[in-house]
């Protein structure tokens, strides 16, 4: 009853069924049972899937059609049982047998589609741990990385009243802010620099800031991605020079997951642009520069967020019950 009272204030089928974590095929079988025959019909709705009618071999093997094929709606998994097994269920009891067996109405998370979850394995082993243990201060270590983002709304998900819509105003989103950073292992303290465009030269000048960091340090290695103003000539000769003491560690290709910085900004989104207005370009760069200077007031998220722990983008990582 809870989806015909959701449409009937005015939700849309998707929305209802995402707020109840049923399919949008499930609100609708509601909606044409309560206007055929009112409540009763409703009421009156099949519950086959209260207890799976399915064996432990078949169930089994629908787990592994669901990780083959993302499924939209339950009614296709409905109609797979009847072709496969000859058993007929109702969108409804077959949501309800889904969240039995573990699982659950999401999307997909996307990722880059060449990420090679073994040559980034191996590159965390092979590379990045010896790094990381031995990184201290006569060997410092960074993740570097440039974020930029743009003056308009960021939205996300956040706790609304029933039946309501939260309205987020949206700028025009044509000018951004660039900030260039690196982030330090193991203590996590982070070096950044805004500019008008992130350049080779606007590298060189954030290394520049990490060597006078550094003044007795051997050697500052650097992780970095792929991106062409890193493999410049200017940074190939910067590197070369006599007085230069960075070190270039670069990443696996579409290997953005191990590269702790990433994490950073997504707190730094998170607790600046989600959700929030800004009338003024002026005000947008305010909020930029409070985050940075009350860092301190995150350090505990910091540290509990930024882990030595990595996540192998393209590697199956199924979440067991």
């Not at 409905?78 to 949501?95: G, I, K, L, S």
């Not at 309501?164 to 303290?189: C, Q, Y």
Request: hydrophobic fraction near 40%; charge should be neutral; charged fraction near 25%.
């Amino acid at each position: 009853m809870n989806a015909l009272l959701l449409v009937d204030d005015g939700w849309t089928v998707e929305r209802v069924a995402q707020a109840l974590f049923i399919d949008a095929e499930t609100v609708r079988e509601h909606r044409r049972l309560y206007q055929k025959a009112g409540v009763a019909g409703v009421l009156e709705l099949k519950y086959e899937g209260s207890e799976p009618a399915l064996d432990e071999e078949q169930l089994a093997e629908l787990g592994k059609e669901l990780d083959r094929r993302l499924y939209l709606t339950a009614k296709e998994v409905a109609d797979f049982v009847r072709r496969r097994f000859c058993m007929e269920y109702t969108p409804h009891a077959m949501a309800k047998l889904l969240n039995r067996i573990w699982f659950v109405y999401k999307m997909p998370k996307c990722i880059p589609a060449k990420g090679d979850a073994a040559a980034q394995q191996h590159f965390v082993e092979e590379t990045l741990a010896p790094f990381m243990a031995g990184a201290n201060a006569e060997n410092p270590l960074y993740f570097v990385d440039a974020t930029h983002p743009s003056y308009t709304a960021h939205p996300s998900e956040g706790w609304i009243r029933e039946g309501e819509t939260r309205e987020l105003k949206s700028n025009h989103g044509r000018v951004n802010v660039n900030i260039n950073g690196a982030l330090s292992w193991p203590d996590r303290e982070i070096v950044h620099r805004k500019a008008d465009k992130i350049t080779s030269a606007e590298m060189i000048k954030l290394f520049d800031d990490l060597q006078a960091r550094h003044p007795t340090a051997t050697a500052i290695s650097v992780v970095l991605d792929n991106a062409r103003y890193n493999h410049s000539a200017e940074i190939k000769a910067y590197i070369c020079s006599e007085e230069c003491r960075i070190k270039l560690v670069y990443l696996p290709a579409y290997a953005p997951n191990l590269n702790l910085i990433e994490r950073f900004w997504w707190l730094f989104k998170k607790k600046t642009l989600y959700n929030e207005h800004f009338p003024t370009f002026a005000e947008f760069k305010a909020a930029v520069d409070k985050f940075f200077a009350n860092l301190a007031s995150y350090r505990s998220e910091i540290l509990s967020l930024i882990t030595g722990t990595f996540h192998y983008i393209g590697a199956q990582n199924p979440q067991p019950p």
